[in-house]
């Protein structure tokens, strides 16, 4: 047995490394990394949810509580901790920037990729499969869009990939490991977003005789094995939520046990959508895949009758979109960690003979809108100049604070976008290339969210109104939001403060208490007379600030305006 010196040892860890980055790059995952990088950097938070979640961390780190979330100090029910935590466990290396926030999301995207591969190989022993799949998968236009959002599906689907693993172990018999896994995955996925984790990839589990033999043959330790994943999963989750509930009262207690479960499934307060929506939304989640694959239909029937791989996708995905479809509350990141479900399914699909890809209508459709994206600047900007434009803004479907928003973004953006279509329509061989249409859809997706970064970020950017909020507070001046504001101010002026809110009934007599104090606000439905004391732009409005004795002078309506979705905390 040869007994290798440091420098051998040294240079083998050297060569692995390189060959799985040569490993990387042949995939494109190198690659795609490096595309959505200036979107880490450069993309700001955006209202009102990644604002949102970003106050709930401040808080968290301000006051050296990790046990409840709060947000503008009040205990937070809305969300399980763990993306907050890991929130501040990038701060505290990278320090307080959202960018460090996004890498972190990013990070966890990727590692969804090597967990996906590796769930590929176990369950077909075939390098190129497991490539094709995992290049499918970062190729889907949404999984690129969301790859680094501050939102809690992202870390959701890594945790269903990890709890997915432990089925595999089942399937080889190793129950143990596959109990730790399982339940892993499930107590982490309930902290960072709840029980619907069960749903991301509980049904692999209870279809498991369907696609696993040992399921089949062992189906009653199959079953008792899931409960007891199951239980894991919730002493894993139950270990923070029970301290958690006693800390923070009965309310906070019956908003994390009832309220963010069982309401939200059988009658959702927010997002309510009905049960077809999802069959209308989803072709566009998944371009381009839905436009450029070419298959004859015996591959896409026998890759689901003969193939393991495809019934552990199908047990995966199938059902838990049919339950996301009744569940009553529907967003399209909700239906992220099912991705890669359909991304195993394309794959297989694509290996078999006569199967391919076409780019070309992908391409026009790039190219169609690059040029819309370039040339919507200047006609935002001359709006007065065309008439169908004058009638669009005449008939409030296009306000002139869009317009001027709009006419700021750079056209190099539609430009690049335009040009990237042109090579799939018109460069050889570019629109049959699996990589080259994933890595192009990434592409699109990233100039898509640098155009908003350049364009919208000075509008989203609110640090001068959270400066003014902040000096305020520490003069010991009375200072109040009119409505909700969910947050918006707390991490970019680093308040350490709740911002009180007022609603518009109230406002009269507030101003009375405090003539000496200020009342800001970024909506712009109320009926105020008052000359502000300070506006800002504001996404496509402003924020306003209003002296209180200012706004004890002007004439008061009957009657105030019934308040709007998102005007209050429970929205």
Request: include cysteine.
């Amino acid at each position: 047995m040869r007994v290798f010196s440091g420098a051998e040892e040294a240079t083998m860890a050297d060569n692995s490394v390189m060959r799985y980055l040569r490993g990387m790059a042949a995939d494109g995952r190198l690659w795609w990394l490096l595309l959505l990088l200036p979107v880490v950097l450069f993309l700001p938070a955006l209202p009102i949810d990644e604002t949102r979640y970003i106050a709930v961390a401040w808080e968290m780190r301000l006051h050296l509580d990790f046990l409840v979330p709060h947000l503008n100090g009040a205990p937070y029910s809305d969300k399980p901790p763990l993306l907050f935590w890991l929130i501040n466990l990038g701060w505290l290396f990278a320090g307080l920037h959202v960018w460090a926030v996004r890498l972190g999301v990013l990070a966890a995207s990727f590692a969804s990729l090597l967990l996906f591969e590796h769930l590929v190989l176990r369950l077909e022993p075939d390098v190129a499969l497991a490539r094709r799949a995992v290049t499918v998968l970062f190729g889907i236009v949404y999984f690129a869009i969301f790859s680094s959002a501050i939102m809690f599906d992202v870390l959701l689907t890594t945790f269903a990939l990890l709890a997915l693993h432990g089925a595999l172990d089942w399937d080889a018999q190793r129950w143990r490991r596959g109990l730790v896994l399982i339940a892993l995955g499930f107590g982490l996925g309930i902290l960072t977003k709840g029980p619907v984790v069960l749903l991301d990839a509980g049904f692999a589990l209870l279809l498991g005789p369907w696609w696993s033999e040992t399921a089949r043959a062992n189906k009653r330790r199959w079953y008792a094995m899931t409960g007891w994943a199951v239980l894991g999963g919730a002493v894993i989750a139950l270990a923070w939520a029970i301290p958690a509930a006693i800390a923070g009262g009965e309310k906070y207690a019956n908003a994390i046990f009832l309220r963010q479960t069982v309401d939200r499934m059988a009658n959702s307060f927010a997002h309510r959508r009905p049960p077809w929506w999802y069959f209308m939304v989803l072709p566009a989640m998944v371009l381009p895949w839905t436009l450029v694959v070419r298959a004859p239909w015996r591959a896409w029937r026998d890759s689901f009758h003969v193939s393991k791989s495809v019934r552990f996708a199908v047990a995966w995905a199938v059902p838990a979109f049919l339950a996301f479809c009744l569940v009553s509350g529907k967003q399209p990141h909700y239906l992220l960690p099912l991705l890669p479900a359909l991304a195993l399914y394309l794959a297989k699909v694509l290996g078999a003979n006569d199967a391919r890809v076409r780019g070309r209508l992908f391409g026009a459709l790039l190219l169609i809108e690059g040029s819309v994206l370039a040339a919507f600047p200047y006609f935002a900007a001359h709006a007065r100049d065309f008439a169908w434009f004058s009638r669009l803004v005449a008939s409030g479907r296009l306000t002139p604070e869009f317009l001027h928003v709009a006419a700021g973004i750079w056209p190099v953006w539609g430009a690049l976008t335009a040009l990237l279509g042109v090579a799939l329509v018109f460069v050889r061989r570019a629109h049959a290339s699996l990589r080259g249409l994933a890595l192009a859809s990434t592409a699109a997706a990233a100039l898509g969210m640098l155009a908003l970064a350049q364009g919208v970020g000075p509008y989203v950017d609110v640090s001068v109104a959270a400066a003014r909020i902040k000096q305020d507070q520490d003069a010991g001046r009375p200072i109040a939001h009119l409505a909700w504001h969910h947050g918006l101010f707390e991490f970019p002026g680093r308040l350490t403060q709740p911002l009180p809110k007022v609603e518009f009934g109230e406002l009269r007599a507030w101003c009375a208490a405090h003539p000496d104090g200020e009342i800001v606000t970024f909506y712009s439905r109320y009926p105020i007379t008052a000359k502000p004391d300070l506006e800002l732009p504001y996404r496509f409005g402003f924020i306003r600030f209003w002296r209180a004795q200012d706004l004890l002078a002007m004439p008061w309506p009957a009657q105030a305006p019934a308040p709007e979705a998102g005007e209050t905390p429970e929205d």
